[in-house]
């Protein structure tokens, strides 16, 4: 997950999401059920028996009648995915209610997690900062977690990086990466802290020798750019293509990116476009957007403003600034697609309204 802004070439990064996903897995609670809770537990994943979500659902309900809180989570969970059962959030809503009630904090965090998406529920930050409360003050670094990405995001209104950084620290002294890797992100931007590229490298690089994608992105990027460490373009392309690796699309763009421009390799514009296309695969807009360049530029592709436009038009739509500004030209020239000055207008007051400032000049040209 990247909260900040960290201007590459031709990239940038986004959020990938605001909340982590349900772990599918914790160890027991010490309570009644237990024996059923762990022939589930061994179904459910496959250990010294074939792997049966029924089997699992079978002694994971078992569990759940002799008061097992942890039986109900996993039932939570399995309703919530959809294994083995028709997926309803409503019934893992119920599971998750029965065990938050008894104060269990896997469950209290869930039910933060479904107010937070509106999962079976209405979306209520509110409740969801609620839930999230309690089950951080009971220790648990999931929650810890949510309710630092709430107090960055300001939801419910109530944005505090100061708070951020404590809850996620809360978090990462429990060894939670994506905790580690959102106070790297804190100490990259000077975020309820003091700006530190040095603290923000050492703790992207604890997080990346767990293998996430993320700090390996990072690490790229501040090796690419000499923030906190000496400038190594070439070390920069081995953490982001370890990173791109993984499926991270904001790595594969860095890294076509290097390509593209011939940043610590040679250049190579096939190699760029494939990384672009890897992104594109994921809808991502800006990956559109270079693919679109690469054909208008002719760049180890025949030159062609016809499929230019095509990918611009498809970067458009993904809100891209960039694509709509470049279709808009190409309408206004009448390059790849008929003229239309109409058309033209369309698309760079669409790219203006996101702050294009090509955009808006050549808008005031043709309004003259």
């Known amino acids: 997950m990247h909260f900040h802004p960290k201007k590459a070439a031709c990239t940038s990064f986004v959020i990938a999401s605001c909340i982590a996903p349900l772990y599918a897995s914790v160890l027991p609670d010490l ?14 994943h496959g250990s010294h028996v074939p792997k049966s979500y029924h089997h699992a659902i079978t002694h994971f309900q078992k569990a759940a009648r002799q008061g097992n809180l942890d039986a109900h989570n996993r039932l939570g969970d399995l309703h919530y ?6 997926q309803s959030y409503a ?12 104060g269990n904090a896997e469950a209290l965090d869930n039910l933060g997690v479904m107010y937070a998406h509106g999962q ?17 003050d009971k220790g648990y670094a999931l929650a810890q977690l949510h309710l630092g990405n ?7 209104g109530m944005r505090s990086y100061a708070k951020a950084f404590m809850y996620y620290q809360k978090a990462a002294d429990q060894n939670n990466a994506v905790a580690q890797n959102r106070l790297a992100d804190l100490y990259y931007a000077g975020e309820g802290v003091s700006q530190s590229y040095a603290k923000a490298l050492v703790l992207y690089q604890k997080v990346a020798n767990q293998g996430n994608a993320d700090a390996l992105d990072n690490l790229g990027y501040l090796y690419a750019n000499g923030q906190g460490v000496a400038k190594s373009e070439s070390k920069a392309i081995v953490y982001y293509q370890k990173a791109a690796a ?3 699309v904001i790595a594969q763009l860095h890294l076509g990116n290097m390509y593209h421009l011939g940043h610590g390799v040679k250049q190579d514009y096939a190699k760029a476009r494939h990384y672009y296309l890897q992104a594109a695969k994921e809808h991502n807009g800006l990956a559109y957007d270079n693919l679109g360049t690469l054909y208008a530029n002719g760049q180890g592709v025949p030159q062609s403003y016809q499929k230019a436009a095509d990918y611009f038009r498809e970067g458009a739509k993904l809100g891209n600034a960039r694509s709509a500004y470049s ?4 309408y206004l020239n009448g390059m790849g697609v008929p003229h239309s000055v109409e058309k033209a207008k369309n698309y760079l007051t669409q790219a203006a309204q996101q702050g294009e ?3 808006i000049a050549i808008l005031n040209k043709i309004s003259a």
């Open 81 to 86: 995915f959809g294994l083995g059962v028709h």
């Open 246 to 248: 993984k499926g991270l």
């Open 31 to 44: 309570n009644s059920g237990n024996a059923e809770y762990q022939q589930g537990l061994s179904y459910l």
């Open 327 to 330: 279709l808009g030209i190409l």
């Open 120 to 136: 079976g529920v209405k979306q209520d930050y509110a409740k969801a900062r609620y839930y999230y409360q309690q089950a951080a």
């Open 91 to 102: 019934k893992a809503f119920a599971h998750f209610q029965k065990a938050a009630q008894q």
């Open 357 to 359: 400032q090509h955009a």
């Open 150 to 156: 709430m107090y960055y995001l300001g939801h419910a």
